[in-house]
């Protein structure tokens, strides 16, 4: 993919027990949002479908559902139009959809489909980095496929890395990043773990309480803490809009 690709020169892999696994790949399902509202805009048009996968790009990342028959069909059709890796809206609007596809032939035992659609995530990732090597989104994608395979290594990291580099402040994708990154932050290179810290701290410093309340219900005990720690460093206004936003979590 050229020189926009972290280095492969990796620690060991730090495998995440079971339960994380699948709560990452999960994690990386939620930054989507996947259920039952069936979209039936995908038009047989060649020049109508860029408008399409733009619509459909916005609304996912606006975290609205859809069911697996439509997503199945629209990556189906993306491949008939032979979209363009280079078509950002597109790119963003198949992998937005096929995550959550993985996600359920894994949930479903169906680990040839798994294996074909994590394959297909990857590439597509790599090859709309190919074009446009600064798209955070996508880099956040490919670190949150690592860490779905349970590979918590030095290029793991390195790709989170980048997702940080190119869109330190943008809230669209930060509180995405968190639900991906928070789970497994004590993983991470000393430096990494203040970043990540520090981006949880931020969002309930600037009212962004959904991501992290979530992120913070499911971490681990000791996670838990740091978390608390920088939630005390907060105002305490801030501290009572995220406790209320725990509490709804919880209720």
């Not at 990342?61 to 597109?90: I, K, R």
């Not at 980095?129 to 349970?150: I, M």
């Not at 410093?205 to 913070?216: E, Q, S, V």
Request: aromatic share 8%; hydrophobic share 45%; proline share 5%.
């Amino acid at each position: 993919m050229g020189s926009s690709e972290p280095g492969q020169q990796t620690l060991p892999a730090t495998k995440p027990q079971p339960r994380l696994h699948l709560l990452l790949l999960r994690y990386l399902t939620t930054i989507i949002g996947c259920a039952g509202l069936a979209w039936g805009i995908l038009n047989a048009a060649r020049g109508e479908a860029a408008d399409d996968f733009r619509e459909l790009e916005s609304r996912l990342l606006q975290f609205e559902t859809f069911n697996q028959a439509t997503a199945a069909g629209a990556l189906a059709s993306a491949l008939a139009w032979d979209v363009s890796p280079c078509d950002n809206h597109a790119q963003h609007a198949l992998l937005l959809m096929e995550i959550p596809l993985a996600d359920a032939a894994l949930r479903s035992g169906a680990a040839h489909d798994y294996d074909a659609r994590v394959r297909s995530l990857e590439s597509r990732a790599r090859q709309a980095l190919g074009c446009t090597p600064r798209d955070s989104f996508v880099w956040l994608v490919l670190f949150g496929l690592q860490t779905a395979h349970g590979v918590l290594d030095e290029h793991t990291f390195a790709l989170l890395a980048m997702s940080y580099q190119t869109a330190p402040n943008e809230a669209w994708i930060a509180v995405r990043r968190v639900l991906l990154a928070v789970p497994v932050v004590r993983s991470a290179p000393g430096p990494m773990q203040e970043t990540i810290l520090t981006e949880f701290q931020t969002l309930i410093a600037n009212g962004f309480l959904d991501m992290p309340a979530r992120a913070y219900q499911n971490a681990s005990e000791a996670v838990r803490r740091d978390l608390q720690a920088r939630v005390e460093q907060l105002d305490t206004h801030s501290q009572k809009y995220f406790a209320d936003a725990l509490q709804k979590l919880r209720s």
